[in-house]
DNA sequence: ATATCAATTGATAACAATTATAATCAAAAA
DNA sequence: TTTTTGATTATAATTGTTATCAATTGATAT
């Protein structure tokens, strides 16, 4: 699986665009290396242990902020909330129905279908979203429960 | 392209469950046929013209009644309100970033990666959504702009 | 036809996620 | 130090959607 770039490189950029690297944008940036796609409340839930008195607004910033330099990717779905995930390789994800887990998943030669949508049909294409929805393997196993949905990276 | 069940097929199939054919609902299907992926808002204000008194509560609850029913298709995206799609066979969409525009497209083999995904790592895929995001073929030529967004089905 | 009764509608309020505003605070520049 | 700029916070507003519930409609039995 590809890895996003690591967090100095990230705080480097922060600095390089004059921004300032206060506490709580390094904790909102350390969450996310920690955390599996997490949502803006999931962050400020964290969060909140170390800074009692952050706002949901810096959360809601923060991520904002992060995704207009590119180095964090919004992910939609049906349900409420937005998903946050630090920028890597282009990937897809797979959405368990059973534990709500989203995972990362390498599916190479997705990226060819843009090219053929483009060389056949004129559409320029600047990116892609793959979302497969189903059973993990650890579900179908019968291992996992949905109390285990929002747990940390592996 | 693929084409969703024509109407009567439709009507049919709420009878077939018991449910009332009222004119609104008669009214909200009607304009899934006649837009292109609408939100439940654009829905809402064309209908209005027909039925100055309807709430958006009925546009609400007569396409969560379709969605149910598997008749109807939900797409979440971004900052936005969800648009709805009369449900038909597998297909993409391209959302084109400068008319608006939302596209189905045929992207045959798309659905192979699904059984490379089962195959090689053990998901049960229920079902794929795939979405490109960039410039449409009119776009690129020069000859749409933003007002066009939202158009009526070509 | 009329009574009955569940399905449907629509006005209103509630709701959750997010964004806007304004005041405060802190860091860097002058 | 003073000034200026940026960041954070509390608060309120906005948006899309859902819940509540009384009034209305329509199908069915009588």
Redesign the interface.
């Known amino acids: 699986m590809n890895e996003p770039m690591d967090m100095e490189a990230v705080l480097e950029r922060l600095k390089e665009k004059g921004l300032r690297l206060t506490p709580q944008r390094v904790e909102v940036i350390t969450l996310l290396y920690q955390l599996s796609h997490p949502t803006a409340e999931q962050v400020y839930s964290l969060m909140s242990k170390k800074f009692p008195y952050v706002s949901q607004t810096t959360v809601y910033s923060t991520l904002k902020m992060l995704k207009d330099l590119g180095l964090v990717n ?1 992910l ?3 349900d409420r909330s ?1 998903h946050f995930e630090l920028t890597q390789e282009e990937h ?1 994800h ?1 959405n368990c ?1 059973s534990c709500g887990e989203i ?1 990362d ?1 390498d ?1 190479k ?2 990226h060819q ?2 090219y ?2 483009h060389a056949e ?17 650890a579900c ?1 196993a019968g291992g996992k429960s949905e109390a285990d949905a929002g747990r940390t990276k592996q």
Not at 121 to 137: H, I
């Open positions: 919004e939609t779905y049906g937005s897809a797979f129905k995972y998943v599916v030669d997705a279908l843009q053929m949508l049909q004129g559409y320029q294409v600047d990116f892609v979203r793959l979302e497969f929805y189903g059973t993990c393997p179908a």
